[in-house]
């Protein structure tokens, strides 16, 4: 029961932007975080999963090929959440979220009502429930958008760095809520993000990505994020640290070259 992914590769043109990406797995209940520096193709990797790119390879979702099912099943069973969020309709904080929730549940409109109620407390978004969307701060719409995403109920629910724009204890707050999501409901969680030491401390399942669309390194956090492969990856020297007790820290010491992605290839 998990997201799998062999030999995806994705084309702009003649340029390669996945190269074969294989051996990628997210299991249900579990945070998996997906690293790696600009450029490298995470957001691309997340748009083909949820099928909104095309690319080859094969993709299945508890045994079933995620081609074989057609684009409304799909988009019931996975939803990404796009990095740039450029929602301005003209609707209530409350009415989005509860939009976003009855594009994919047609039942009870009480319980959609408190479902709605419930997410947006836990956000810590109630005081603007009757705010329009254009009326809110950059982190204000970010955590909005988190709601929507979250309020569909997807098995596979994949967040393009959705934290960018949070103050710190927003921050936290979400990447808490998420992995006690992921547990309790039993769902696929996957986020680009790129604070190494908060990928670290919440995810339990790591996807690095790195030049020419290629992954360098899936596994645990700990076996993933080592100073050696930063400074391959990242160009970057790093202290990496695990103290008993203590969130992990990747502190960031120089930037030791030029971080170029020379790796992409044209195939024609
Ligand atoms: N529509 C497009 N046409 C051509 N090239 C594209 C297109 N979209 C993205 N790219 C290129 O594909 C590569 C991967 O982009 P992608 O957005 O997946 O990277 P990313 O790892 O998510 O980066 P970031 O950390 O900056 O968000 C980049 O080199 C980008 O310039």
């Known amino acids: 029961m998990s997201l799998k992914i062999e030999s995806l590769s994705v084309h702009f043109g003649r340029t390669r932007i996945l190269n074969d990406v294989s051996g990628l797995e997210a299991r249900p209940g579990e945070l998996t975080a997906l690293i790696g520096p600009n450029g490298a193709g995470k957001s691309t990797l997340l748009k083909s999963i949820a099928g909104i790119e095309r690319s080859t390879g094969h993709i299945s979702l508890d045994d079933t090929a995620l081609d074989t099912l057609d684009i409304a099943q799909r988009a019931g069973q996975i939803y990404y959440l796009p990095q ?45 429930a009757e705010r329009d969307l254009g009326q809110l701060s950059g982190g204000q719409r970010q955590r909005v958008a988190i709601a929507q995403a979250v309020v569909r109920e997807p098995r596979v629910l994949m967040l393009d760095e959705p934290t960018s724009a949070l103050d710190l204890h927003h921050q936290l707050q979400v990447l808490e809520w998420l992995v006690a999501l992921a547990r309790e409901q039993q769902m696929i969680i996957v986020i680009a993000i790129h604070d190494l030491s908060l990928a670290a401390r919440f995810s339990r399942h790591m996807w690095l990505m790195g030049a020419g669309g290629k992954v360098c390194a899936v596994g645990a956090p700990e076996q993933v994020l080592t100073e050696e ?4 990856v ?7 640290e695990w103290p008993e007790g203590e969130p992990p820290r990747v502190t960031p010491l120089a930037a030791t070259r030029q971080l170029g992605m020379q790796g992409r290839e044209q195939d024609f």
């Open 229 to 232: 492969r930063l400074r391959e």
């Open 84 to 128: 740039d969020i450029t929602s301005r309709a003209a609707l209530s904080v409350f009415e989005a979220v509860l939009l976003a929730r009855r594009t994919t549940h047609k039942t009870d409109r009480r319980q959609d009502l408190k479902r709605v109620q419930h997410t947006l407390q836990t956000l810590e978004l109630e005081q603007y």
């Open 234 to 240: 990242y160009a970057i020297r790093a202290h990496v």
